[in-house]
């Protein structure tokens, strides 16, 4: 019996679980237990970048979606700018029509007593005095005046009296206005909302045969990927944030971390998010050898550690103050140059975009690197609603997955590649968003999401989160003592 144990131990990965514990996971389960394999998780976690996700456009009569005819470019012509926030729009439109709240009565069999119409802007003309419901994006056709466009026509806005809950209203952002069409021909704003976001199991449901990752489908069948994603325990994301590689307090606090995981469970994954430097890289010749020394002290750090070295997998996401970083989103990958002693040092690792994407068994993981909070809370249109809950994440965190856009601010305040606009898209949403910001540290669930920022590691006391996949929670982890 003991040479049996050591020899099934001798074939795992710190990752897998052998047959006899998996079948125990399945003796409730309807599957067929004569066909069950151990499945090696590590073989089911893919790092997707920005620049390689398909770009996919919803197609209003199919009501699917289509690969674009157009390949994608950094410098793309003037007409796929109004293409993007068109795109945009249908988006957010074609999963609102199909909320329970707004679904025409020809789409459901239930009562439509109930139905909200959305009506266009363009409508409106010679109905004054009448009530209605718009939709469209948020704008500033005007100094000072805030308008609500949508496909065909604009049109100013009354927000005096407006009413909202949550929410962090922008420039870009879509929204639903509920008012009056005054005789002024302005809409008179009586209420405010988010538009309602969908579940991930809906669109999965609706759209199972569209490939929005482009990553090949698992040969597994997608049910065991899911018995072994929720029963193994031992699987965790440790997620880093500001690692500033130049400041020997983080090197010392991230050795501590690194020796802890390597005499306990080993993660499946170490994700290391930017900024990587405390200074912004200016590209000189000394900052440049600068920045690759760091990066290869790094890899002499890890490679210490011979268990995690071999066995996990290390993620670098850029921030907007790495090398070749700018201030345009998608943004590029720290340049091969700069991590050549990683190679010797570390079995598997991925140098990624900022935003990219993992694929871990039947989970999406979206990973951003902005300091969105203070980005959108200093360009918001209307005051935010803090009688309703005085915590700004909570808006933060409703704002994004309802917006399903990463970034729902004006192209002046951050710019984005036109072509790339689909690569910030969260539709479908992911069963976890990771927004690295030099904010508090915080794991909020909303509308099935689970929403983590690790929080800045220097600037927190070193403060750090754990994913744990099969339960799709994170904890907040930090120093038990001061460095």
């Given at each position: 019996?003991?040479?049996?144990?050591?020899?099934?131990?001798?074939?795992?990965?710190?990752?897998?679980?052998?047959?006899?514990?998996?079948?125990?996971?399945?003796?409730?389960?309807?599957?067929?237990?004569?066909?069950?394999?151990?499945?090696?998780?590590?073989?089911?976690?893919?790092?997707?970048?920005?620049?390689?996700?398909?770009?996919?456009?919803?197609?209003?009569?199919?009501?699917?979606?289509?690969?674009?005819?157009?390949?994608?470019?950094?410098?793309?012509?003037?007409?796929?700018?109004?293409?993007?926030?068109?795109?945009?729009?249908?988006?957010?439109?074609?999963?609102?029509?199909?909320?329970?709240?707004?679904?025409?009565?020809?789409?459901?069999?239930?009562?439509?007593?109930?139905?909200?119409?959305?009506?266009?802007?363009?409508?409106?003309?010679?109905?004054?005095?009448?009530?209605?419901?718009?939709?469209?994006?948020?704008?500033?056709?005007?100094?000072?005046?805030?308008?609500?466009?949508?496909?065909?026509?604009?049109?100013?806005?009354?927000?005096?009296?407006?009413?909202?809950?949550?929410?962090?209203f922008t420039d870009g952002s879509f929204v639903l206005v509920e008012g009056t069409y005054g005789d002024d021909h302005r809409?008179?704003?009586?209420?405010?909302?988010?538009?309602?976001?969908?579940?991930?199991?809906?669109?999965?449901?609706?759209?199972?045969?569209?490939?929005?990752?482009?990553?090949?489908?698992?040969?597994?069948?997608?049910?065991l990927l899911k018995i072994e994603e929720t029963t193994n325990n031992d699987i965790t994301f440790v997620i880093i944030s500001?690692?500033?590689?130049?400041?020997?307090?983080?090197?010392?606090?991230?050795?501590?971390?690194?020796?802890?995981?390597?005499?306990?469970?080993?993660?499946?994954?170490?994700?290391?998010?930017?900024?990587?430097?405390?200074?912004?890289?200016?590209?000189?010749?000394?900052?440049?050898?600068?920045?690759?020394?760091?990066?290869s002290a790094l890899a002499d750090l890890i490679g210490e550690f011979h268990n995690l070295a071999t066995h996990s997998n290390?993620?670098?996401?850029?921030?907007?103050?790495?090398?070749?970083?700018?201030?345009?989103?998608?943004?590029?990958?720290?340049?091969?140059?700069?991590?050549?002693?990683?190679?010797?040092?570390?079995?598997?690792?991925?140098?990624?975009?900022?935003?990219?994407?993992?694929?871990?068994?039947?989970?999406?993981?979206?990973?951003?690197?902005?300091?969105?909070?203070?980005?959108?809370?200093?360009?918001?249109?209307?005051?935010?609603?803090?009688?309703?809950?005085?915590?700004?994440?909570?808006?933060?965190?409703?704002?994004?997955?309802?917006?399903?856009?990463?970034?729902?601010?004006?192209?002046?305040?951050?710019?984005?590649?036109?072509?790339?606009?689909?690569?910030?898209?969260?539709?479908?949403?992911?069963?976890?968003?990771?927004?690295?910001?030099?904010?508090?540290?915080?794991?909020?669930?909303?509308?099935?999401?689970?929403?983590?920022?690790?929080?800045?590691?220097?600037?927190?006391?070193?403060?750090?989160?754990?994913?744990?996949?099969?339960?799709?929670?994170?904890?907040?982890?930090?120093?038990?003592?001061?460095?």
């Amino acid at each position: 019996m003991m040479q049996s144990s050591a020899a099934i131990a001798a074939t795992l990965t710190p990752f897998q679980r052998a047959d006899e514990d998996i079948n125990e996971s399945l003796q409730d389960m309807t599957i067929d237990e004569a066909h069950i394999e151990s499945v090696d998780v590590t073989q089911h976690f893919h790092v997707v970048d920005a620049f390689s996700m398909p770009k996919l456009v919803y197609d209003e009569h199919t009501r699917t979606f289509n690969k674009s005819k157009q390949s994608s470019k950094l410098l793309a012509g003037a007409r796929e700018k109004g293409e993007m926030f068109r795109e945009r729009l249908l988006l957010v439109r074609q999963r609102l029509l199909r909320n329970e709240n707004f679904c025409p009565p020809t789409m459901r069999m239930t009562d439509s007593a109930n139905f909200i119409r959305i009506t266009p802007v363009k409508a409106l003309i010679g109905h004054d005095g009448e009530d209605f419901i718009l939709f469209g994006m948020l704008t500033q056709v005007e100094e000072k005046k805030v308008f609500l466009e949508d496909e065909d026509a604009h049109i100013e806005l009354v927000l005096d009296n407006a009413q909202y809950n949550y929410g962090l209203f922008t420039d870009g952002s879509f929204v639903l206005v509920e008012g009056t069409y005054g005789d002024d021909h302005r809409f008179h704003v009586v209420e405010v909302n988010l538009p309602p976001a969908e579940s991930r199991d809906m669109t999965d449901a609706l759209f199972s045969h569209v490939n929005f990752l482009g990553l090949q489908k698992p040969l597994i069948d997608e049910k065991l990927l899911k018995i072994e994603e929720t029963t193994n325990n031992d699987i965790t994301f440790v997620i880093i944030s500001d690692l500033h590689l130049d400041q020997p307090k983080v090197m010392k606090a991230l050795r501590i971390i690194l020796d802890g995981y390597s005499n306990a469970q080993v993660p499946l994954a170490f994700i290391f998010i930017g900024n990587f430097s405390s200074k912004p890289f200016r590209y000189s010749a000394s900052q440049t050898s600068e920045y690759k020394d760091n990066f290869s002290a790094l890899a002499d750090l890890i490679g210490e550690f011979h268990n995690l070295a071999t066995h996990s997998n290390f993620v670098f996401v850029p921030g907007p103050k790495d090398p070749w970083g700018g201030n345009t989103l998608p943004q590029r990958e720290i340049p091969p140059s700069f991590i050549g002693r990683m190679q010797q040092k570390v079995r598997k690792f991925t140098f990624t975009t900022n935003p990219c994407r993992i694929r871990y068994c039947t989970q999406e993981l979206v990973i951003f690197r902005e300091d969105m909070l203070s980005k959108i809370w200093r360009n918001t249109l209307l005051t935010p609603n803090l009688e309703i809950d005085d915590d700004p994440i909570r808006h933060l965190v409703h704002t994004i997955v309802d917006q399903g856009h990463l970034s729902p601010l004006p192209l002046s305040v951050k710019p984005i590649y036109w072509s790339y606009d689909s690569a910030l898209r969260l539709y479908p949403l992911p069963q976890t968003l990771i927004m690295a910001d030099k904010c508090e540290n915080y794991g909020i669930t909303y509308e099935g999401t689970h929403c983590i920022n690790p929080g800045s590691f220097p600037n927190s006391d070193f403060e750090w989160s754990i994913y744990y996949p099969n339960t799709r929670l994170s904890e907040k982890c930090s120093l038990p003592y001061a460095i």
